[in-house]
């Protein structure tokens, strides 16, 4: 099945340095009720191309690991980075498994600076798209997982996804940043949540995903579901 999603990869992209499966080939090839999505792939050379992260995801030797747990993101050891540290803490409220999350990123190509504000940022989202679709229809993906507003709005705007489903407001009143669930006809759900990169996952009260876990299990209990 990795294969598949894969090959929706535009061509003209694949060797351009960025990542598209931030989670191994085991957590792309069976049924997952979440699919956890970043802005950008971030840090990373040249020779960090969309082919090579295929290559070594489809057919390397490790089919079982996720970035937020097992790569180096800036000089930090490998799940060190303080952003992976908050992912790590979050999930770990809940009953789901990094590394069984099939996990990537709104655009697949990685840019620096403002991220928003580059003139290839939409044409670059609109490319990726296809390949997440998919993987919401073909793993059967009950809630998307994004990381930060910027991610929520856009995957939002895809699948038409605007009814309320539950909200979850910072009691620390640092920030009060609101993390968001909304659903779309079909019942699919995106989670705008506040971002690892600027909250405290590890922090009861900032951590959004408790949240994101109790409304999946209002979904399945649905009569019909």
């Not at 997952?32 to 390397?60: C, F, K, Q, W």
């Not at 190509?109 to 991220?115: A, C, E, F, H």
């Not at 793993?139 to 489903?165: P, S």
């Not at 996952?201 to 409304?215: D, G, K, R, V």
């Amino acid at each position: 099945m990795i294969e598949q999603f894969a090959d929706l990869v535009p061509d003209h992209l694949l060797d351009v340095s960025g990542e598209v499966f931030a989670s191994g080939r085991i957590a792309f090839s069976r049924r997952s009720p979440i699919y956890m999505l970043a802005l950008h792939p971030g840090e990373g050379s040249a020779m960090d191309t969309l082919r090579a992260n295929i290559a070594e995801t489809v057919d390397g030797p490790d089919g079982y690991w996720c970035s937020a747990l097992d790569d180096t993101w800036g000089p930090e050891a490998p799940g060190k980075h303080p952003a992976q540290k908050n992912i790590l803490m979050g999930f770990a409220d809940t009953r789901f498994e990094l590394r069984e999350t099939p996990s990537s990123t709104l655009i697949f190509p990685r840019l620096s600076g403002d991220v928003e504000a580059d003139p290839d940022f939409n044409a670059y989202a609109d490319a990726s798209w296809p390949m997440h679709q998919a993987v919401i229809d073909g793993l059967g993906v009950r809630m998307v997982l994004c990381l930060g507003k910027t991610v929520g709005g856009a995957v939002r705007r895809r699948l038409n996804a605007h009814d309320l489903v539950s909200e979850f407001t910072e009691t620390i009143p640092v920030r009060g940043w609101t993390s968001t669930i909304h659903a779309n006809a079909q019942g699919v759900m995106v989670a705008s949540l506040s971002s690892p990169w600027r909250t405290d996952w590890s922090n009861p009260s900032l951590n959004p995903l408790p949240m994101c876990e109790s409304a999946l299990d209002g979904e399945f209990n649905r009569p019909g579901r």
